[in-house]
């Protein structure tokens, strides 16, 4: 079981920029994939997540808007994208497997990580 | 929006004991807590879950507890290999459902 994410990414602000989070070894449809940002020397900050049986989504009110959250059964990848950069998107972004029943929820998996790094 | 609440930092030395804390807003009251670990340089690791429970492969000098809206973590003889930051997390309920983590505590062995 693994979460394999895509290569570090170097953009200008105003650029779009799609990092991808690539599942393997488990039923990718039964559990959620969520997105955790941490910015340069802070803690972790839930971004959101998405259901990859019906792509349904949810965003942490801090981020939405700014991103979105996308997923592709057929290649069993979950997507984060930006449309407009900002230098304030400068940061780590984990995407992580989130298991248990209702109130027990939990991240078991993660990714190791996609730097993106917003600079003029 | 919903908060939890870790110190800073934490240390001790090899052997001791050391505790972990995690305060919560009400809405988070009723879900689990689960704890992670990051190594520096690392992804984040699941450590506990389900306020108690330890995955396999993590040692039982990591435990957990949860008392109504705050949760804690033990670290029981302690390594120098324990040094690293830790983060509590839980599922709120309010604002259409979102996870919230700690802030994070860096635990140093002295």
């Known amino acids: 079981e693994q979460l394999e994410q895509s290569g570090a990414e170097v953009k200008k602000p105003g650029e779009s920029v799609t990092i991808s989070c690539r599942a393997s070894?488990?039923?990718?449809?039964?559990?959620?994939i969520n997105w955790v940002r941490q910015m340069p020397g802070r803690g972790l900050e839930w971004v959101g997540r998405?259901?990859?049986?019906?792509?349904?989504?949810q965003y942490s009110p801090s981020f939405q808007g700014h991103v979105t959250i996308s997923v592709d059964k057929s290649t069993t990848t979950a997507y984060l994208q930006w449309s407009s950069l900002k230098a304030s998107d400068t940061a780590m972004f984990y995407c992580?497997?989130?298991?248990?029943?209702?109130?027990?929820?939990?991240?078991?998996?993660w990714g190791r990580g996609t730097l993106v790094i917003v600079s003029s | 929006q919903s908060i939890l609440t870790q110190p800073p930092s934490a240390s001790g030395t090899p052997g001791q004991r050391v505790i972990i804390s995690c305060s919560g807003s009400?809405?988070?009251?009723?879900?689990?807590v689960s704890w992670y670990r990051q190594l520096p340089g690392t992804a984040p690791e699941l450590l506990i879950y389900?306020?108690?429970q330890r995955p396999s492969g993590v040692p039982d000098r990591f435990s957990g507890s949860k008392s109504g809206t705050s949760a804690s973590l033990a670290i029981s003889g302690l390594q120098s290999e324990d040094e690293a930051d830790y983060y509590c997390?839980?599922?709120?309920?309010?604002?259409?459902?979102?996870?919230?983590f700690g802030g994070g505590t860096k635990l140093t062995v002295l």
């Open positions: 992580a497997r989130r298991v248990g029943s209702r109130r027990y929820w939990y991240f078991d998996l």
């Open positions: 070894g488990y039923s990718f449809s039964s559990y959620w």
């Open positions: 998405i259901d990859p049986g019906d792509s349904y989504t």
């Open positions: 009400y809405n988070i009251g009723s879900n689990t």
């Open positions: 389900r306020n108690n």
């Open positions: 997390a839980a599922w709120s309920d309010s604002l259409n459902g979102h996870w919230v």
